[in-house]
């Protein structure tokens, strides 16, 4: 039962781990999304630049949309990894529940035995003194 806790408790861990990950890649992507709308309206604003510094420039922009797609596959990655693991905490919880109740019935089982083999005990005793 001890070993079915610790590793829902595992589960647990990793799932909140993954939230954070996927929480903080959200705020990167906006970040990067607000960047990338930042040098797109500057890029706007310097036509009149010559082709180096336009070069380059769209070489940055393409970096940050680069990222922005690696952030977005990321995140989808991270959101499709979460419920997966979701969908695995239930099944164990399920199985957990399953085999408490069977752990009950074996115990009740148990309990109804040791009384019958103390009941048997008790009359074996009485019988061995009506002998005597």
Known sequence: MNKYNSELTQREQELLKIRRDSDTKAAELL??????EQ???????KTE?????LGYQENMVENLEEKVRSS?????NSLH??????????TVKGELVGTLDHL????????RSQQKAEE???AMEKLAAGLR
């Not at 630049?49 to 510094?53: A, L, M, T, V």
């Open 72 to 76: 977005r596959r990321y995140r989808r």
């Open 81 to 90: 990894h979460t419920q997966m693991l979701e969908s695995q905490m239930k």
């Open 39 to 45: 040098t797109k309206n500057l890029m706007d604003k």
């Open 120 to 122: 048997r005990k008790a």
């Open 104 to 111: 009950q019935q074996l115990r009740s089982v148990l309990r």
């Open 49 to 53: 630049c010559g082709p180096e510094s």
């Open 31 to 36: 970040k990067m999304e607000k960047m990338l």
